[in-house]
């Protein structure tokens, strides 16, 4: 089993695990986000996901990938404090950090056998459906927990800070 940081790993470094677990008639499950705050909306939906198969591997959007999709505020947490949290999860098997805005690429060169999206995601929607639907795989919607994102979590933060007062 591994561990940790050593969870984290490149795309040509998954596909040879991949193909290695794939010849013991292992299943790949593949999501992805950006994950910033981890949440327990995160955990349920990577608990669950990780259940649907043998092998778990997050794709983790870059720090530019997510400022492109969220803004120049985010992501709060860094792409290796993202990376290092999800790969302290015992549900987590093994995470890749995308420089892409979605990750078509990833899901093309490791063909998942289950791709998970949150159910804020119409399966149409998803992006690499195809390619795994072509390759005889399913996507998998999980569902969201209620008043659990990033976004919830910034705005109680910034509620609770107290108010700045403007220099004379």
Not at 114 to 132: F, H, N, P, Q, S
């Amino acid at each position: 089993m591994t561990v940790g940081i050593d969870k984290i790993r490149t795309l040509c470094e998954l596909d040879a695990i991949v193909r290695q677990r794939r010849a013991l008639g292992e299943r790949v499950v593949f999501t992805n986000g950006c994950f910033d705050l981890l949440h327990r909306g995160h955990t349920r939906l990577l608990q669950q996901a990780r259940a649907l198969g043998d092998l778990l591997i997050v794709g983790l959007n870059s720090d530019a990938s997510v400022r492109l999709l969220k803004g120049p505020l985010r992501p709060v947490l860094s792409q290796d404090e993202r990376a290092e949290l999800l790969s302290a999860l015992t549900s987590v098997d093994y995470v890749v950090i995308f420089e892409e805005p979605d990750p078509r690429c990833v899901i093309e060169a490791l063909e998942p056998d289950v791709l998970v999206k949150g159910a804020d995601w119409a399966k149409e929607e998803v992006v690499g459906r195809e390619t795994v639907e072509r390759r005889g795989g399913r996507v998998v919607t999980i569902p969201l927990v209620e008043g659990s994102s990033t976004s919830s979590i910034m705005r109680r933060i910034m509620e609770m800070a107290p108010p700045q007062h403007a220099e004379s």
